[in-house]
């Protein structure tokens, strides 16, 4: 069974740039979560995919988008980055949309200069 | 690898004591709690879960409690090991239809030899 797998490792960008972070789950299952994590913070929820759409979403601004593909992997889109985007962006599976453990990525460490 | 937290709380113990992490939660609406636990430059790495109506979980050398009356929630380790050295996060799902977790600001566990 493959663990939930997140690329790139890490990347850096520049404020007003844009980026596109992937993330495959495990295997089984059909629900995506991404969360962002501010240094020596908890991560907090940006939003849910299920079954391709998005299905519940943080507090985070419409230029954080997203996608899910027909085989459960996922995309993170951020556009228009601020130095603040700066984070550890985690992506998290589970099976089914409200119940289950949720399986973290090892996340991709982005930095915004 | 990088630091999870900077300025967590620290609990710090030796090895062969028992361990015992505390997390107050907000929502009194949660049916939902889990307790992860994060190493430096990794994901996090789920525990053990609760659900609402338990108030006592076990697993392999941890213990969860839930007190819906005063919103707590703690972790126990039972003989704590160097390698449960990590900090710990408490989480809550205040979602509906959707797991949305909601993080503790997490606990930094030292485990001294």
Redesign the interface.
Known sequence: ETG?TQSPTHLIKTRGQQVTLRCSSQSGHN?V?W?QQA???????IF?Y?REEE??R?NFPPRFSGLQFPNYSSELNVNALELDDSA?Y?C?S?LG???G???????T?LTVT | G???????PTLSVQEGDNSIINCAYSNSASDYF?W?KQES??????II?IRSNMDKRQGQRVTVLLNKTVKHLSLQIAATQPGDSAVY?C?E?I????????????TRLLVSP
Do not use: C, M, W
Request: glycine share 20%.
């Open positions: 939930v629900t979560s969360y240094l020596g913070q908890g991560p907090q929820f849910q299920y299905n519940g943080g550890l985690l998290a589970s949309a409200d119940t453990e949720q399986y973290f990525g090892p996340g460490r | 990088e630091s999870v937290g900077l300025h967590l889990i992860y430059g990794k994901g996090p790495q789920f879960d996060f989480a799902n979602g509906t239809g959707f797991q949305k977790l909601v993080f503790g600001t997490g």
